[in-house]
């Protein structure tokens, strides 16, 4: 079992990703998005699986950066459904079968329905190498973000990104916009230094007062 008194260690795996007109709108759309190998100790964990099969070799960079391989790996978390954050979890699971596969209650019928791969639910008070799951729905029904106590830093999936500046993520792609902006703000009130989103950039100090900041603000259409 990981030993919680052990800072975690976080490895990003950044996807660039354009995906072509008509998909999201009449323009193309270019993006980025994070998947992290969380590294306690001798133990690995992965928190999402980006959405390509060959982005398979991104998370095998962070893993030898973590001094890992995919056999290592005893846990993908998935902080939602959506196919850039689950869209990599077959080709994964063919590197690591016996790897858990863990996500929110609520989207676990829509990750089976995209992969074929049926995940078990985590949920409040529950934790995943000594990261505890900090349900978040809005943005999905079962949306949740993870969180290191010791190192005070907190996983946000897209509870908000932070590219060129924090932000909500964009409503056209939150399946409950009321229900992600209430999320927003109940997490803005937890104290953390740190905080890693799926998309942008990572924040280091301050994390939670910058929330509070963002919140502050009404959000713009």
């Known amino acids: 079992m990981a030993d919680p008194t052990v800072a975690a260690e976080f490895f990003p795996a950044?996807?660039?990703?354009?995906?072509?007109?008509?998909v999201v709108g009449p323009e193309s759309f270019s993006f980025n998005v994070n998947a992290f190998v969380v590294r306690r100790g001798s133990d690995i964990a992965l928190v999402d699986t980006l959405m390509r099969p060959d982005h398979?070799?991104?998370?095998?960079?962070?893993?030898?950066?973590?001094?890992?391989g995919f056999?290592?790996?005893?846990?993908i978390v998935l902080t939602h459904h959506h196919p850039d954050h689950?869209?990599?979890?077959?080709?994964?699971m063919q590197?690591?079968?016996?790897?858990?596969?863990?996500?929110?209650a609520g989207d676990i019928?829509?990750?089976?329905?995209?992969?074929?791969?049926?995940?078990?639910?985590?949920?409040?008070?529950?934790?995943?190498?000594g990261l505890d799951v900090v349900p978040t729905p809005g943005h999905t029904p079962g949306h949740l973000c993870l969180f290191d106590e010791y190192s005070s830093t907190?996983?946000?999936?897209?509870?908000?990104?932070n590219i060129g500046a924090l932000q909500r993520t964009p409503a056209r792609f939150t399946e409950n916009e009321p229900e992600a902006e209430a999320t927003l703000r109940a997490l803005a009130e937890r104290d953390f230094a740190n905080a890693l989103p799926s998309h942008g950039d990572?924040?280091?100090?301050?994390?939670?007062?910058?929330?509070?900041?963002?919140?502050?603000d009404p959000r713009t259409p």
């Not at 019928?109 to 190498?129: K, P, Q, Y």
């Open 14 to 22: 950044r996807a660039d990703i354009v995906l072509p007109p008509g």
């Open 71 to 75: 056999a290592d790996i005893t846990h």
């Open 56 to 68: 398979v070799d991104i998370i095998l960079r962070a893993l030898e950066h973590a001094g890992a």
């Open 95 to 104: 590197r690591c079968p016996r790897a858990h596969i863990l996500c929110g």
């Open 202 to 216: 990572p924040l280091y100090g301050g994390a939670a007062e910058s929330l509070r900041r963002l919140v502050s």
């Open 154 to 161: 907190m996983l946000l999936g897209d509870v908000a990104g």
């Open 86 to 92: 689950s869209g990599g979890l077959e080709t994964i």
């Open 109 to 129: 019928d829509a990750l089976r329905s995209a992969t074929g791969i049926l995940a078990d639910a985590v949920t409040s008070g529950d934790t995943v190498l």
